[in-house]
């Protein structure tokens, strides 16, 4: 009996998991080339389901599809920094506030910090943080509004992770998480929402202080 071989679209999104959890975690950083003969032999796969994978991180926003220079990891700066995090600014606490207010569970929140608190390395820690707030967005009630956060979800992440390198934060950003998680568990909506704007507020501005953002201009509104 023959055995079946594994689809392409399964090989392809095992490329991407695995290249995306390097960028974000940071060992493959901003501007690094991704050769698609390397990646395909690391993996253990042909060129196709490597480029597929790339064309997708290029669709997120992850890597840079030049014809001149090839594939490389997205660069990071303030104006991406400034682009993403407005966007974060003026959509994550009105979710929050949303998903508050319907009494929607956060115990997958409360979850993802309990992970982050017993993480082991940047990596896992990272990856942790992800997921909490997304943890705060999805359960607002309105699926466009949390794939329109998912949409710029992997970019904060990787602004992140060149932040974390240069400054770990990590003690004071888990601190501001806790009183996030804290205030929305009580029902405070407004409160939580306000708390979820200034952790994202204050964390671009110490990491790229010349970045500004249109929505703290906004008289602090969340």
Known sequence: MTSVPTPIPSRTQY??????????????????????????????????????????LAGTGLVVMSQYKGVTVRMVDADMAR?????????????????????????????????????????????????????????CGNPLLGRMLDEVRDQAALVSAVAWAADPSWEREAGEHQEILRLALAGDADGAARALHAHIASFVE?????????????????
């Not at 995306?20 to 901003?30: F, M, S």
């Open 15 to 56: 490329v991407l998991e695995e290249i995306k959890r390097r960028i974000l975690t940071g060992r493959l950083t901003p501007g690094q080339a991704l050769v698609e003969t390397d990646l395909a032999a690391q993996f253990g796969v042909s060129k196709t389901p490597v480029r597929e994978a790339l064309k997708t």
């Open 206 to 222: 110490r990491a790229f202080p010349e970045a500004g953002t249109a929505a703290q201009e906004e008289d602090g509104q969340a």
């Open 83 to 139: 682009e993403v995090y407005d966007v974060r600014l003026l959509l994550e606490p009105e979710a929050l506030k949303r998903a508050v207010r319907r009494g929607a569970s956060l115990d997958a929140a409360r979850d993802a910090l309990t992970r982050a608190d017993r993480a082991t390395d940047t990596a896992e820690r990272s990856l942790a943080n992800r997921e909490f707030h997304r943890a705060l967005y999805v359960p």
